[in-house]
């Protein structure tokens, strides 16, 4: 009696895993991620009319516009995460590639995965010292962070920085901390 043929094979269940690890790490981000409701500004005149100004942002606006701002940026990091995993799902899944280009594509996948980790454990240490708000952009080779406070000095900056040394392989030089008020 002849054994019956294994149709899944090793890189199946390897490419699978990976694009299940992918899906989680990108859930995790998403759910981490605060949910916030963006408010249009108001106005009210002499006359006690309602006058709305629709979607304009005041350049002077004290904390309205930064809390829109790190919504806003992490609505846009998750849409453009997500946007990758499904460009890599749709090459990984495509049937003209070799097994190498296989393999890479999901190394790939990943260096992404492990990204979107690292910016999200960023995230909640430097939240942890005490700031309100930041969000974390990384892309291997260099790493932006945008905190929101009323000043930055130089023991705030390179306690962030060494936040960053310790959770990435990114050089101190390729570090940028930028400050919303």
């Known amino acids: 009696m002849k054994k019956p043929t294994l149709i899944i094979g090793k890189k199946h269940i390897i490419m699978s895993c990976l694009t299940l690890m992918l899906a989680v790490a990108v859930y995790i981000n998403y759910a981490a991620t605060p949910v916030t409701s963006k408010k249009k500004p108001e106005k009210k005149n002499s006359q006690e009319e309602t006058i709305s100004y629709g979607e304009t942002e005041f350049v002077n606006a004290p904390a309205d516009s930064a809390t ?11 849409n453009n995460r997500d946007e990758a995993v499904q460009t890599l799902q749709m090459i990984i899944g495509g049937g003209d590639i070799t097994e190498d280009e296989t393999v890479m594509k999901a190394l790939d996948a990943v260096e992404v995965s492990k990204l979107i980790e690292s910016e999200g454990t960023i995230e909640s240490l430097i939240k942890a010292q005490g700031y309100s708000d930041c969000v ?20 705030q900056a390179a306690s962030i920085k060494e936040i960053i040394l310790g959770e990435t392989d990114v050089s ?9 008020k």
Do not use: P
């Open 172 to 180: 101190a030089e390729n570090i940028r901390i930028f400050e919303v």
């Open 136 to 155: 974390a952009y990384l892309d291997g080779t260099s790493a932006k962070v945008v905190v929101r406070t009323e000043g930055l000095d130089k023991a």
């Open 68 to 78: 829109d701002y790190f919504a806003q940026a992490r609505l846009d990091k998750m």
